[in-house]
């Protein structure tokens, strides 16, 4: 193992050292205990890397292995894959080094750049890396699965420098911006060219220059060579999650600042577990004046470079940091608040940014195929029982007595239909919107809220409270540096999942007309103050109205019966609604509601009387969303000929015809088919997939059908249509 002075511009401490070594020991040294029990022979103490059992061995070569870029499907949800940085289970190096891993925990910022330089020395000593153009600071070390787990609202300082993870939700993030990690210095004075030194968040020049008989001390320049190194960071805000609040607060926001390869990692929206470490930093953004900001933004775009009083060389600045603002600052004027300077991050989703070691891909992508052995087994399982579609659909707000053809329509929305891209780049959708119409107390806002916990990436929100920005997006000044940025809004919040809207008829026009654009071509665009811009809303929407009056009258159309316009109407793929009729069924709901405040929730069974849990419902979920069938010639077909019954005027009498059918009801019954498909684990559309399809929606297109429909689930449970 080698030495490295340049760890530190002035000494190396003896605990640092010692962490470097015991960290090099522990990469070399540590084996996955499962593969001694699947038989491999871990008894021969030889040279530990030639051996195959190595644990991290395989992401250590990855980690030279930079030529070999992954370019994921800009659709999908894999980001770009991590270059420099090694993802360890926290578990594995306590388990190795538990009195050392108590010390890293406790003081992680002192012990992180030996942990750096220690998986250098391990590179260098035993994957013979050419390391002479590379530096240890090229590399990071994240851990991830450390179960000390704070909330925005829990974190204090005197947590601070603590390893530990924080869970939260993004609401904002800014651009990736260059920071100067280390770098050389040439004296003013006499040229000479200064040792490496390591900026540590804050622009550092050395404290003298080395050469004999100048005594130079603060007039130096950057000196760009090898031993430079400049890596990327952002800031994301994030906030508690709503489920977390406590009654009568207001969610809580913190910075987080991420580095290296966890940049554009996450997106507002995503719920991510961030594993990193408190810091107090100056809450200098508040104390400049308007001429400050201005000077801050010049800088950040590269301006007035000439002066060697800046954080990194012309065209790196980092953008504003306050390292000038804070010499105007005495230590009364100077505030503090808390950051959180992540490693790692991870979507609580069920995808972590990184590796587990050798055995999985170095991608954040968990993909739905890629499920693991017993998980795959349980699928398979459920998909082979003769009533599991029945079951599936009892598992949609199980809470909630009758409306069937409801959660069926609820189940094939969080599945959904297969996005498509044209030749010439038209996106098609896939996501299936669905529109609850009912009167008071019907469960519609249950269904919602069920609904939003569910999906992948859920959001609730009403159309009362909501604003046009606050569905979509805003432009809002960044408190540190003042400039525009955009924030997203409901409905870019829930991309790539689905937002519930509670009360739509109660939102205004002109904040429906908003959502236009958002519900079918899936896209914002905005043009504010400077900023123009198209951002991606790929959502599906879930939404609950009450009809004028408060009751639905059965004999009047249903665009006498609400508020919302013809426009917005056809764009949900389905129409429910909810009648509150009295009949010889209110008894039997009245049972199984004191039941349900009696026994509990029952749970839901195969015929086999194997309960399927809420969990296993959503693994069945993520499984089939990553089935991609193909419309057959049989159900292109069918599709076809019903699409023409849709139109002809004699098959129905206007009166009860909900809306003019357009092709949005061909596109829907598409995207209906491919969603039962998927959930059959059929790679293909098949004729009965559609029969499925085209009962459902002549149920949900004649509202004197669905209110028959209504009353008959009540008195009979009548299951879904069949396949």
Sequence with gaps: MQSHPNISTLYIEPSVSNMQSVFYSFLARYFDVYWE?????????????????????????????????????????????IKRTLCIDWQHFIEYAPTEAQLLQREFPRFRLALSYGLFDVLQDFLNAETKDMHALMYDVAFFNVPLTFTVRSLRSTSNGTLC?????????????????????????CGTISDPVLQNYTYTVPLQCKREGCENTDMWSVSHNRHTVISDWQKIKVQEDSESLLPGCTPRSIDVITRGDFVERAFPGDKIAATGFISVVPDVGKLFNQQDRRE??????????????????????????????????????????LCFVAIAISDRGGRRMGTDGGRSQNLVCSPAGSLKTSQEALVMRIAQTPNFFDALVACVAPNIFGYKLIKLGILLQLIGGVHKVT?????????????????????????????????????YTSGKTSTAAGLTASVAKD????????????????????????????MEQTDMVAIHEAMEQQTISIAK?????????????????????????????????????????????????????????????????????????????????????????????????????????????????????????????????????????????IRLSEAVARLHLDDEVRPAHVDMVLTLMEASMSHSEVTADFTRERETEREPPAV
């Design 37 to 81: 029990r699947d038989g491999m022979d871990i008894s021969q103490k030889g040279d530990w890397f030639v051996s195959p059992g190595t644990y991290y061995r395989t992401s250590l070569q990855r980690l030279m292995n930079t030529d070999e870029d992954i370019d994921p499907d800009e659709d999908s949800a894999a980001p770009m894959p």
């Design 165 to 189: 993870t924080l869970n939260a939700t993004v609401t904002r993030m800014t651009q990736v911006r260059p920071e100067l990690v280390q770098t050389c210095f040439s004296c003013s004075n």
């Design 296 to 337: 801050l933004s010049r800088q950040s775009m590269g301006g007035d470079s000439n002066s060697s009083d800046r954080h990194g060389p012309a065209g790196m600045n980092t953008g504003g940091e306050g390292v000038e603002g804070l010499k105007k600052l005495g230590s009364r004027q100077l505030a503090y608040k």
């Design 423 to 459: 030749p010439d780049g038209t996106s098609l959708r896939g996501d299936i919107n669905v529109c609850l119409i009912g009167d008071a107390a019907v469960a519609k806002s249950q269904f919602l809220t069920w609904t939003a916990k569910a999906a992948p990436r859920g959001v």
């Design 479 to 506: 408190s540190d540096t003042g400039e525009f940025t955009i924030e997203a809004g409901a409905l870019m919040l829930a991309d790539n999942g689905l937002c519930c809207i509670d009360d739509f008829d109660k």
């Design 529 to 669: 103050a400077g900023i123009k811009a198209t951002l991606r809303a790929r959502a599906s929407v879930l939404a609950a109205a009450n009809p004028i009056g408060g009751t639905y009258q059965i004999s009047k159309p249903l665009y006498q019966n609400v508020t919302m316009t013809q426009p917005v109407m056809s764009r949900f793929d389905l129409i429910f609604i909810l009648a509150d009729i009295s009949n010889s069924a209110d008894r039997i709901l009245a049972e199984r509601l004191t039941s349900l405040h009696k026994d509990g929730e029952v749970p839901v069974q195969l015929s086999t009387g194997e309960a399927i849990t809420h969990s296993d419902f959503l693994q069945f979920a993520e499984y089939v969303r990553g089935i991609k069938p193909k419309l057959s010639e049989e159900a292109c077909s069918k599709l076809s000929y019903a699409y023409q019954g849709l139109r002809n005027e004699k098959t129905r009498e206007v009166k009860n015809r909900m809306f003019r059918y357009t092709t949005r009801q061909l596109e829907s019954m």
